[in-house]
């Protein structure tokens, strides 16, 4: 598509082409380079898509994870709810499991295996991702995702109502997406007052078009204090998700009291849920 439009449009500068018309190239080089930003993110998606298959239907990828995809995600992603109880002074995973039964939930960037998907009851539950389309279509969800409703959609725009969410999750995804600022903007817009971010994000100096956006320490506090969040408790360890990070940061944070952020978004045909999935994966 972009070789085609870059054709037709010098060709039509061509014609066009008069004195006090010489800027054109210029700009139209400007539209090229406008055109390829705006295809990068699919070159992204169909990268991570490639990805996510490889690791859950190829044995080379059980190799690499250490198991099956559902036993190994499982159990991590049970984990990282685990450490969620312990810091909210929940006394064992029961007293978790019955406190998730009460929680709207939303996580972002939730990948084919969330932690949300680890709880055996919600309030509700939302994973929102642009390849959860991708997903789906591909028989990547594992039955655990049956309990969920996932939402085909980035997380700077999420079609959902203002203060819906009593707890937000996004883990091994802030580095990952276009926009992190209007990502945690949206998702002040999406917890209720006093709501919780539940935050995990490797610390990292190497970047590719994968991982965009590289967090110091440093930086994904200034990010987070800019967003209006206020640290409940956070920690640094040597634990990472991508081989080239040197650590990863993880927080539990509140949404301080206040007026919700007016709702920005309509509801659009993004919702897949999991009753519609084909269930395509033994
Ligand atoms: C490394 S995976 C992490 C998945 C899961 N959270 C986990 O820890 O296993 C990153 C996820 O972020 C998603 N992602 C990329 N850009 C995004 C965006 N703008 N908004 C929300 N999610 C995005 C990708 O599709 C992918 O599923």
Known sequence: VTSALKSRL???????????LADLHARLDDLERRIERLNRPAQKFEEELRFWRWIITTDEGREKIGGPFEEVFGRWQRERLLELGRRLGLSDEAALDRWCAGQSVVEIG????????????????????????????????????????????????????????????????????????AVLMEIRRLLRPEGLLWLLVDLSTYSDHMHPHPFSEARIRALLAGAGFETVHDRVSD????PKAYGEYRALLRRPEGAAPAANVAQEDVVVRSSLRPSTRA
């Open 110 to 181: 939730a990948g084919p295996y969330p932690a949300v998907a680890t709880a055996p009851a919600w309030r509700r539950a939302v994973a929102v991702d642009p390849l959860a389309k991708g997903y789906a279509r591909e028989g990547l969800l594992p039955p655990a995702c049956n309990r969920i409703t996932y939402i085909d959609a980035a997380g700077e725009d999420v079609p959902l109502a203002s203060g819906f969410a009593d707890l937000v999750i996004i883990e091994n995804a802030l580095d990952h997406v276009t926009d992190p600022e």
């Open 239 to 242: 634990h990472k998700s991508h």
């Open 10 to 20: 010098k060709s039509l500068a061509a014609r066009l082409m008069r004195p006090g």
